[in-house]
């Protein structure tokens, strides 16, 4: 686990630690939150999957645009346009602006039969963290790493003691 962490590119490290921070920032930020070209980060995160670095992917729904939901109801749906089907069920074709949204619409009308969401993009999502090793102690890290920028590189620790601690040798050693 230690040496698969270590095998990564500084450039990967800094993706994945977005991605870590949250799985769901589109690629242009990243781009332009690191510094790098969109198709840099594109092809980190093509890397960073076909290694199985990152290996789920997630149907994520695109929320500013809503989505399609295709509901079949066993009785007639209250408030929604609906088709009667040949078995007699009912289709309903509408948008939601959100899962819950989606969910508040099935409180009211009843729970359908069946349902299906016509989503829009997909993107990747990291299955589990990296395991970071605490810079000071050597410990890794399960929690979410306190991280510190200094200069081009970027340290981890795994508690703020360790956090202080890192800072403090680091002074030293610039002679501060
Ligand atoms: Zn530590």
């Given amino acids: ?11 990967e490290v800094r993706v994945l630690n977005r991605l870590y921070e949250d799985s769901r920032t ?5 781009a332009e939150e690191l510094g790098l070209s969109r ?6 995160i093509d890397s960073l999957v076909r290694r199985g670095v990152i290996s789920r992917f ?4 695109n929320y500013t645009g809503g989505f399609r939901v295709f509901a079949r109801f066993q009785n007639r749906p209250e408030m929604l ?5 040949l078995d007699g069920t009912y289709l309903s074709v ?3 602006s959100s899962l819950m949204d989606l969910k508040r619409v099935f409180e009211s009308v009843g729970r359908p039969i069946e349902y299906m969401v016509a989503v829009q993009a997909y993107r990747p999502k990291v299955a589990s963290p990296i395991p970071f090793i605490c810079d000071k102690c050597g410990k890794q890290i399960l929690e979410q790493p306190y991280i510190y920028k200094r200069g081009r590189r970027t340290y981890y620790a795994c ?3 360790c956090l202080e601690a890192l800072k403090q040798m680091l002074d030293k050693k610039r002679g501060v």
């Fill in 58 to 61: 997630t149907v994520e729904v």
């Fill in 81 to 85: 346009e609906s088709y009667e089907l």
């Fill in 159 to 161: 508690c703020t003691t």
């Fill in 94 to 96: 509408f948008r939601a």
């Fill in 39 to 44: 198709s840099t980060v594109s092809r980190v």
């Fill in 26 to 30: 589109p690629v242009a930020k990243l």
């Fill in 1 to 11: 686990m230690i040496d698969f962490a270590r095998n990564l590119s500084d450039i």
